[in-house]
């Protein structure tokens, strides 16, 4: 594997790439000398990234949590609707069982037997009435146990309902934190004069060309290896937060995808991701292992050999490679 040399950060890291990119520029001449002011502008762009992205791995688990709510809300209000049936046809035997209770002489058996011209008949109907008198017990249990479960059942889809709402406020509320500050970045973007911004880009790297020799990168099966695959056919997809495929992706949403595709289910965050394995040294990473940036976990890239990995970066960006060090490595998982 190639050397993991700590490299500049792109996109969300403070910025160095970028002030790197003017301080030698300016050194040439060819920036002016009023482009320095813009410095702690597109410092500041690179922090409301990462705090966007923190907020978008908080949207994530929040809107994963909402689906998961939904589709048991749904469940639930299917089997209270199943039991619901079931507790009325409890209840239409019950009166057909009452009914012929009554048809057949259902009153005090002394006063039918004294009253009876036949003995025989009374006996028959006797026997008729203690079978009916059985069955009507039995269903009359079935029907108490069943308006249990089914009161049972509507507290409990209640209690998921108000999860549910409370959920679904924790997602509105993130996606109010990640349009906001994302809104900001594009404010303070849109000031910077037009060498600033160009020279913005240029330490993007989107356009990147020198695309990394993996030569010789082997996964370590041939899960990995068809999840390496995936990363690398999304290659070029925007970023979209709160995206996990296909046509965009937020960083974690496109290690999930790509796992998807290699027959895995890995959970959505990169918090989540970052437990989903084996945790290993950076220094044994394989390509499929997962590399997790910053001591709060909320960035994540795909190793794929020789010092590089694949990303989806921030908003703006394309998915691409990335020199493994682009940020501070918090660990590395296998999953």
Not at 230 to 253: E, H, I, K, M, T
Not at 299 to 307: A, D, E, K
Request: charged content about 25%; some cysteine; aromatic content about 6%.
């Amino acid at each position: 594997m190639g050397s993991h040399r700590r490299l500049v950060s792109s996109g969300f890291d403070r910025g160095a790439t970028v002030l790197c990119v003017l301080s030698a520029a300016a050194a040439l001449g060819a920036v002016p000398a009023h482009a320095a002011p813009h410095a702690d502008a597109r410092a500041e762009v690179d922090r409301l990234y990462q705090e966007a992205e923190q907020a978008t791995q908080a949207f994530d688990k929040a809107q994963e949590q909402a689906d998961t709510l939904r589709r048991e809300v749904r469940d639930a209000q299917d089997h209270i609707a199943r039991q619901q049936l079931r507790i009325n046809t409890l209840r239409e035997q019950l009166g057909s069982l009452a009914g012929a209770q009554y048809r057949a002489g259902g009153i005090d058996p002394a006063v039918a037997l004294l009253f009876s011209d036949n003995p025989d008949d009374y006996l028959d109907k006797a026997t008729i009435l203690d079978r009916i008198g059985a069955q009507q017990e039995g269903r009359l249990r079935e029907l108490r146990t069943a308006m249990r479960q089914l009161a049972q059942e509507r507290s409990e889809a209640a209690g998921k309902l108000a999860a549910l709402d409370k959920s679904r406020r924790a997602v509105a509320a993130h996606k109010k934190t990640v349009e906001k500050k994302l809104a900001k970045a594009r404010q303070l973007l849109d000031a910077l004069s037009a060498p600033a911004r160009a020279a913005y880009d240029r330490a993007s790297r989107d356009d990147r060309v020198d695309l990394p020799d993996l030569t010789g990168a082997v996964a370590p099966d041939a899960r990995a290896a068809a999840a390496v695959a995936a990363a690398q056919s999304a290659l070029g997809r925007p970023y979209v937060w709160g995206a996990n495929g296909p046509s965009g992706f937020d960083c974690s949403g496109l290690m999930q995808w790509s796992y998807a595709h290699a027959g895995m289910h890995l959970p959505r965050t990169s918090q989540e991701q970052r437990f989903a394995g084996r945790q290993i040294p950076l220094s044994e990473a394989r390509p499929g292992d997962l590399v997790i940036y910053r001591s709060d976990a909320s960035h994540v890239g795909m190793y794929v050999g020789n010092g590089q990995v694949v990303h989806a970066p921030y908003p703006g960006a394309a998915v691409r490679y990335d020199p493994v060090g682009m940020m501070p490595i918090s660990s590395v998982t296998r999953p």
